[in-house]
């Protein structure tokens, strides 16, 4: 009997407080993150998440929540999952 | 003398912040105020601060109004000038605070001489936008020292400036008082930006971006001034019956012509002196009564007629003018002799 | 889960500046700061005129609006009658060195224990792009459409040259807000480092009050609205052009809160 132990990380954005800079999306070294189609009350086109990017899944790196001019990027936590494998 | 009598009300009455900056003829009330600083008996008096201009004044003024305690600060028509930007700040923001304007010549650089030339300026043009404070006007040094100790109660209860306009001569004069001002009753300032303290949050601003929201601060200030206007107040000299002539002065001139008005009333003649003690709010309904009875209306003042243009506009009668020009003190016979 | 939220930050504040400015992450980092040293509930800001008036829609501590160029007097007063409250401002190039760089400098010279972050764009902001007395040579401006002259308007003017000769100043540095560009084979990315070292900028700065020290604290960021250039090319220029005018630097640290 063994344990995995699967960090993944998720990236908390507040939409309403997002204006579409996009300063984060390049700084995203795994390129999670991308341009949502959708617009918020303010009118701009805000950032979405996606847990696997272009590159790879997200490290946690934090480098999108250091960035963000607007405070839109809330939070970079950890979300844990655990596997009972056999 | 005026000055230290100005001073010693001053801090009796609760000061808690001075900030200042030198210009004659105000400089003395600042230097006898600095004396006063740090002594025992008055443990409210906390800062005492000669600031590097008149705008520095007024703001430093603004900010301790801001924190909610009692500042004040003296100056002339010069320093006044550049107030202005501060006080209409203030009057928007409803910061209160008290300011001694000691007038001496004008325009321009003028001289220092006694004169009462900024009364147009203080009532109709004291900032941007319209500003409308509180004018204190006291004719002797007793009644200088009363407004000092009113003028800091009025301001904390109106969250408003307060004016007390004197001139050079009111303040250099040496005269007998006898008046111990009692601490002033400040009411509670829980308006004031003292930090949020695990409480609601304190503002203290002046910018409405949007139109309905200026218009709605800009109804409330003047809601506040009807409730400021039923504190007018005046006092008539020997005004008992129809008059012949209704002298007009405030501050040295008025006390110059209260010695005219009894001169002539022992040769028969009669007359009265009308004397605004709040110069805004004018007393309206004293002035029209008083007025109406009168067969002529005389304005003693040292300048071109500024007062009598603000009667003039209440009563819609005319009222000449006994004009006192560059820094002239008026005579008493003088005075006496322009009823004809 | 729920999301950690700032005590100093309002749940639902919308900064009111243009996408990509870097004066929301001054605003985010002195929240921060304020919560990390829990001094929020004592803490007094004073707005100066400028894109910075509009602070207190997203900080949520006490507020005093100041006119345009004396926010450091005000501070001063509330300081010296409020001596165990934490006060500090902030304020535009404009507002700092132009109009009210008297109140600034006296303020500064006297030592009163406030702190004094300036946003350094190098030009108007809210006016809408005129010059400052911090606009580069040769910038264009919509007052100086032909570039800034030196000849005529002088060197742009160094704010942590005036203030480091007066002795009673106990924090003073500059530092770059703007995320550097890094430009990889197939794409542009930012780096996180002037970020960081500006929260610890502000961070320090606070200690420096909290140690009765005047602290002062000098971000280089963009305006690329007013500038007329994309996100990326303003942030390019800064770190091309803006870092040789003015480049970062530790001026004054009295009481050493950077080593600790």
């Known amino acids: 009997m063994y344990q995995v132990v699967h960090s993944k990380w998720e990236v908390i954005i507040n939409r309403e407080r997002c204006k579409g800079c996009e300063i984060c999306i390049n700084a995203c070294p795994q390129e999670n993150l991308s341009l949502s189609k959708n617009v918020n009350s303010q009118g701009y086109h805000y950032v979405e998440f996606s847990e696997v990017g ?4 997200c490290t946690g790196c934090k480098i999108c929540w250091w960035v963000c001019p607007e405070y839109a990027i809330l939070e970079v936590r950890r979300i844990e999952k655990t596997d009972n494998g056999s | 003398m005026g000055a230290k009598a100005i001073a010693e009300a001053a801090v009796r ?8 900056y030198p210009i004659t003829p105000s400089s003395e009330i600042m230097e006898n105020i600095s004396v006063l600083y740090g002594e025992k008996r008055y443990p409210w008096f906390k800062v005492f601060l000669q600031s590097a201009s008149e705008i520095e004044s007024v703001n430093m003024l603004f900010g301790a109004g801001a924190a909610g305690y009692v500042s004040m600060t ?20 409803e910061v209160p605070f008290l300011i001694i304007d000691v007038n001496r010549g004008g325009p321009g650089l003028g001289n220092v001489a006694p004169e009462q030339s900024d009364i147009s300026f203080v009532l109709n043009s004291l900032g941007h936008g319209g500003v409308k404070p509180i004018v204190l006007a006291p004719h002797t040094v007793q009644e200088s020292m009363e407004h000092v100790h009113k003028g800091f109660e009025l301001a904390f209860t109106y969250r408003i400036p307060v004016i007390m306009l004197t001139d050079a001569l009111i303040v250099h004069m040496y005269d007998t008082v006898e008046w111990e001002p009692p601490y002033i009753v400040k009411p509670k300032v829980e308006w004031a930006a003292r930090g949020r303290n695990y409480g609601p949050r304190h503002i203290i601003n ?6 309905p929201e200026l218009k709605g601060n800009k109804e409330k200030l003047l809601q506040k001034q009807k409730e400021i206007d039923k504190i007018a107040e005046s006092e008539c000299f020997m005004c008992y019956d129809d008059l012949d002539v209704l002298y007009i002065a405030i501050g ?8 005219a008005v009894l001169k002539l009333r022992k040769k028969g003649i009669k007359a009265g002196l009308f004397r605004p003690i709040t110069l805004s709010p004018l007393d309206k309904n004293s002035i029209l009564k008083y007025s109406s009875h009168a067969e002529k209306i005389l304005s003693v003042e040292m300048n071109e007629g500024q007062l009598a243009q603000e009667i003039m506009r209440i009563t819609r009668k005319d009222v000449e003018v006994l004009p006192y020009l560059g820094g002239y003190i008026p005579d008493v016979e003088e005075v006496a002799e322009a009823w004809k | 889960m729920e999301v950690k939220q700032f005590s100093s930050i309002f749940e639902n504040g919308v900064t009111t500046y243009c996408p990509g400015c870097e004066h929301g992450l001054l605003l985010k980092f002195i929240g921060m700061a304020l ?8 803490a007094i800001m004073v707005g100066s005129v400028g894109c910075s008036t509009l602070a207190y829609k997203f900080l949520n501590v006490d507020y005093v609006q100041a006119p345009h160029g004396r926010a450091p007097a005000i501070m001063s007063a509330i300081k010296l009658l409020e001596k165990d409250k934490v006060v500090f401002g902030i304020q535009g190039d404009g507002d700092a060195l ?3 760089i008297a109140e600034l400098i006296h303020a500064a010279n006297r030592g009163i224990p406030i702190t004094v972050f300036m946003y350094n764009n190098m030009v108007f902001g809210m006016t809408g792009g005129q010059m400052a007395p911090t606009t580069p040579e040769g910038m264009k401006t919509t007052t100086t459409p032909f570039g800034r002259d030196i000849k005529q308007m002088g060197p742009p003017l160094d704010a942590c040259k005036i203030l480091s000769s007066f002795p009673q100043i106990s924090y003073l540095k500059r530092v770059v807000i703007t995320p550097k560009p890094i430009f990889t084979k197939d794409r542009v990315m930012y780096s996180s480092k002037e970020a960081m070292d500006s929260y610890k900028a502000v961070l320090n700065a606070f200690k420096t009050q909290l140690m009765e020290g005047f602290s002062f604290v000098e971000f280089i960021g963009t305006c690329n609205v007013n500038w007329k250039m994309s996100i990326l090319d303003s942030k390019k ?18 009481f050493g809160v950077e080593k600790k």
């Open chain 1, 54 to 57: 272009k590159k790879g899944e």
């Open chain 2, 13 to 20: 009455s609760g000061l808690e912040a001075y900030f200042g």
């Open chain 2, 74 to 93: 003296a100056t002339s028509g010069p320093g006044l000038s550049l107030m202005a930007e501060g006080i209409s700040y203030a009057y928007a923001s």
């Open chain 2, 206 to 211: 002046s910018i409405y971006l949007d139109p």
């Open chain 2, 252 to 259: 040295i001139s008025a006390r110059i012509s209260k010695e």
């Open chain 3, 35 to 42: 919560d990390e040293l829990g001094i929020t509930e004592k």
């Open chain 3, 98 to 100: 132009s109009i009210g």
């Open chain 3, 237 to 254: 220029y800064v770190h091309e052009v803006g870092v040789k005018v003015y480049p970062p630097a530790l001026c004054r640290d009295a």
